[in-house]
């Protein structure tokens, strides 16, 4: 069977990458960006020399590209998305590439299709505190009023689900929480704002969305193999409340002030945020909107019972991983990662792990 | 009159046309355009604009617009504007205009014969430092100018550099010039208005200095206009830090320099006081002056005119009051074509300089 993966560089890639390669992928095609960092593939590809690892470098805004990654794929895993940069820059990389991996899956005839994407998708804002949300809940139906990921892996959704209804391939959209793990400890913005050495918690009693990035990676596997169609949570049980996520945070990794501030008094500061945004006249960047508190801020619960009972089982505890996922960050022979841009040479057609 | 405007391209650079038209009181955005039809739908649903649309023509047949901003990559500017001009529009094209000033000039002569208003997003031109060092010039402030010199440093990860780096099909590897070329109308708009009207560019050296998938990216800029009274130096970086964009314009009585992204503006002259009483007192006026510069900015926060891109906001109501008041455009056109000669110029000396090298 041969797969490729999308986004096979970034922290969840490499992670799936390198569990196909111990559940014994024979064919394995990374597509990764001309300055993506290649280290930790190469590592695998040196580790698992009995999986075909190929690379092939490129942009997804290209169709030809995606073309030429998708020769002969009959899964695929679609975990590329751009997290920052501008609200266009965001839109193109997420949605307007998601848009040609899907017609290249056609062209293609690719039998599965496996898409992440995120719990961020659905409309909660109005949703009472505590809510349990499934994968029933309806999706997001004022996007333009969230943040520019949300607003873009919203549309890369729908956009999934119109060519799913239009041809023939298998879909499985997994929908994961904060995924987190060694390697990606930081301090997610559910948990709080974070200013320098200062942590702004907000909604200190809500428990986070979390999934360790073992326990995500074997939904993610499992869904290119025998996970029916639909949709699935991919959230890990008994999460920690946001302020004891903090707490272990500060005791393991890094010494921070926090300051914890209710939902309401957020929602206030937000409300007259707005305001000042408004009167500046676009000066200041409308970063916290009302809106956008009441949606990630809302003290939702995220159902996993559907993923559960497809045969879903996490690896790890909640406790286990974030134990793991701490200490390892504050281990000096494991440096926490910094962004850093890695050139490689000039793209071949289709590099492999032979050539 | 409420002047109807389209915007065609719907990416980075219409993200600050967006936010300029919108605090326009006599301008309407009614419809956007892209070849990319996600992206034009994107545009119109966080920006409430009401008609998107794929094709140009269909806009303009329909829509009507008094006026188009194009935001769209440079190698499409001259036809968009050739294609909104004939249909009656004014015309805001994001810099440059065109890839040759060849074909910039074709298309300032055809606004002219169809009566139509058009200007270039030469944003660093109207910033306010940039406004304030011209009328300082102008009272005679600083004598007679001698010397120019505008730098601008680039960031390659940046958010502009980052998408240049991780595409190779990116716009920018298909202009001649490359990064140079969508960069320069930031340097060469500023000394515009003051070089001899005969000056040529000299002693240009380009070349790469970061490692890259592409080896005809050139990165370092450094080259000169030379003219019979006054020179200009241009740099262009992406290597120096802190990023910045400066600007300093040294006169027969004394000297101003800017910084653009800092928003600030000091003159050094000489001091009346000798040895080292002037040079400390020349050190207490530049303390003083960045003082009061930084209580200025103050106040600009304080009114919302600390925008990222202050220019900009000027250039588009300049523009438009031009278009309701049949005035002049707010940037000559024959400033336009000299910026756009230099810019031929600088490209082929690349050109050669690599041709050489290879």
Request: glycine share 6%; charged share 20%.
């Amino acid at each position: 069977m041969s797969i490729l993966v999308t986004g096979a560089s970034g922290f969840l890639g490499s992670h799936l990458v390198e569990h196909l390669c111990i559940s014994g992928a024979k064919h394995l095609r990374c597509f990764v960006r001309p300055s993506s960092d290649l280290a930790k593939l190469n590592e695998l590809r040196d580790k698992y020399p009995s999986t075909h690892l190929q690379y092939v470098v490129g942009n997804l805004l290209s169709l030809t590209d995606a073309y030429r990654a998708m020769e002969g794929i009959e899964v695929v895993y679609h975990l590329a998305a751009e997290m920052k940069g501008t609200a266009p820059t965001v839109f193109a990389n997420t949605v307007v590439a998601s848009r040609n991996i899907l017609e290249a899956i056609v062209m293609q005839r690719v039998r599965r299709v496996v898409l992440v994407s995120s719990i961020c998708v659905y409309g909660v804002a109005h949703l009472p505190r505590a809510t349990v949300v499934t994968e029933d809940t309806e999706l997001e139906t004022q996007p333009e009023r969230r943040d520019a990921y949300a607003f873009a892996k919203i549309r890369q959704e729908k956009l999934f689900q119109q060519y799913r209804r239009n041809h023939s391939f298998d879909l499985v959209i997994l929908r994961p929480g904060v995924i987190y793990g060694e390697g990606r400890a930081e301090l997610p913005s559910r948990a709080g704002l974070r200013l320098g050495p200062l942590i702004l918690q907000i909604a200190a009693q809500n428990r986070l969305p979390l999934t360790y990035v073992s326990n995500c990676v074997t939904a993610v596997a499992l869904a290119g193999l025998s996970l029916p169609e639909g949709s699935y949570n991919v959230v890990d049980e008994n999460s920690p409340k946001a302020a004891e996520y903090v707490r272990l945070y500060r005791s393991l990794v890094e010494k921070i002030t926090s300051v914890r501030l209710s939902r309401s008094s957020v929602l206030l500061l937000a409300h007259i945020f707005s305001r000042c945004v408004a009167l500046s006249k676009g000066q200041i960047p409308a970063v916290l909107t009302p809106y956008q508190i009441k949606s990630t801020w809302g003290g939702h619960r995220f159902s996993n019972e559907r993923l559960r009972a497809a045969g879903w089982n996490p690896r790890a505890s909640t406790a286990e991983g974030i134990l793991r996922a701490f200490q390892a960050s504050n281990c000096p022979t494991q440096p926490r990662k910094t962004r850093q841009a890695v050139m490689v040479p000039p793209p071949s057609p289709l590099a492999s792990s032979e050539n | 009159m409420t002047l109807r405007v389209a915007i065609v391209g719907c990416g980075k650079a219409a993200e600050n046309h967006v936010a300029e038209i919108k605090k326009l009181s006599n301008v309407s955005l009614i419809a956007a355009c892209d070849s990319e039809p996600l992206m034009a739908e994107q545009f119109c649903l966080r920006h409430g604009v009401g008609a998107s649309y794929t094709d140009f023509e269909q806009l303009l047949a329909e829509q009507r617009p008094d006026v188009v901003q194009i935001a769209t990559p440079p190698q499409s500017h001259a036809d968009l504007a050739l294609t909104a001009i004939e249909n009656g529009c004014h015309v805001m094209v994001e810099k440059p205009l065109a890839e040759s000033s060849a074909v910039a000039s074709e298309v300032i002569r055809y606004a002219e014969r169809n009566g139509c208003k058009l200007t270039v997003g030469w944003t660093y031109y109207f910033d306010p430092v940039v406004r304030s060092m011209r009328e300082r010039v102008a009272r005679g402030t600083i004598g007679d100018p001698v010397h120019l010199d505008a730098f601008l440093a680039y960031d390659l990860q940046g958010r502009f550099g980052a998408a240049v780096l991780d595409d190779a099909a990116h716009w920018v590897h298909g202009l001649r010039g490359k990064l140079v070329q969508n960069n320069l109308d930031h340097l060469l708009s500023l000394v515009v208005d003051f070089v001899d009207h005969d000056s040529a560019v000299s002693n240009l050296s380009a070349w790469r200095a970061t490692h890259s998938p592409y080896p005809d990216l050139v990165d370092e800029l450094r080259l000169t206009l030379a003219g019979e009274r006054i020179c200009a130096q241009i740099a262009f970086s992406c290597r120096a830090r802190p990023l910045g964009h400066f600007f300093t314009i040294v006169g027969s009585k004394s000297t101003l320099r800017l910084n653009l992204a800092n928003q600030t503006l000091t003159e050094d002259s000489s001091s009346r006081l000798p040895g080292p009483l002037g040079r400390l007192a020349c050190g207490l006026d530049q303390t003083r002056q960045l003082a009061s510069q930084s209580f200025s900015n103050l106040a600009r926060v304080i009114r919302s005119d600390f925008q990222a891109l202050p220019g900009l906001g000027y250039l588009l109501s300049a523009f438009y009051r031009s278009v309701e008041r049949d005035e002049d455009v707010p940037i000559p056109y024959a400033h336009i074509l000299r910026v756009s000669t230099w810019i031929d110029h600088a490209v082929n000396g690349i050109r050669d300089a690599q041709a050489v090298s290879q």
